[in-house]
């Protein structure tokens, strides 16, 4: 079998509501790039990636296409599709960085291996070790008013992990996180439900430490990424001095982060997620590191739609990960997504059943922006 064309294609995912965080500014749509690797077999293998990562790994759509188009795509003509091992390894050589654009093709021949053997896309990682995955639900920048009912609204669903953004605004931010916590408790479930906030990169370690100091007899149970991404000494400090776990997100960007932020003992938890590691294989390299340290692993995304969602979900179902971030795609209503419904009950996203990654494609809502055979 060998690969006989690669096609590139985007798509705006509209959100509703947008969000607002710390380093993301306000994103009203998630902008996708999708791939479909086709075969002189007619088998066929799909990924989408998040295209605006602007703010976590450099990303843009227009970045990932064109790396996409000018160098992956021209390489990957006539390769082999079942050797995701020795295609990753090229990709790594033929350019520094790109995560995106790489996950994208490591997402795309794990489908396409998937439908091949006719198993599930996890199965191939190593088989299927936990099918449903108990996901946080995010409460993004907005007013004390937006935070309570965003928490009653995710405690309703049956969401058991709560994290509110929070940010530079100090006062504003004790008062919505005191809000979503008394919610939990009016709920009845303070016992029950994992309660965390986000800083997304906002604070100085004096700031965080002040923070910590607020948020503590709140019952808050961890703060993620206080420092910026490349502050490691200073995630360390914290990591040290903090009666609060932290979680280190956006710091861990490829797997030699993760060797570091663990070798360091900078983190009491890693947030893992593909489109930061480059591909599946590397994410489970990290998770591999994070285990010889006892380091707790939080499965993520970018918020992403229901395709990059699936391709996790399969990653998460091969590992034995308890924390995970699949949340996000339900700010995209079903019909706004190309790609099929994924299940959720209780606050629980189930892994898609079928061959490959077990979503399909409505392809002709995508815009194609290259070909290549
Ligand atoms: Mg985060």
Redesign the pocket.
Known sequence: MNITSVDIYRYDLPLSPPFTHASSGTVTHLKEVYVKLSTNTGIVGWSEVRGNCEYVTGDTPERVVAVLQHIVAPYLLGKDPLQRNAINRDLDRLILGNSAAKAAIDIALLDLAGRHYETPAAQLLGGIVQSSFASDATIAFGTVEQAKQEASNYLQAGFRVLKVRVGPDRALDLKRVTAAKEVIEQFGLSQDVLFCV?A?QGWSVKEAALRIAQYKPLGVEWI??PVPADHIAGLKTLKHMSSIPI?A??SCKSVADVARIAAEDAADIV?LKIVKAGSIAKLQQMMGIADAFHLPVML?QMDEGRLATAALLHAAAASSAKHF?VWGFQRVKAEDDPVSALVVENGRVHLPAGPGLGVEVDEHRLCNVASLS
Do not use: A, L, R
């Open positions: 986000d997304n993620e990424q979680v997100d956006e947030h993520g971030e």
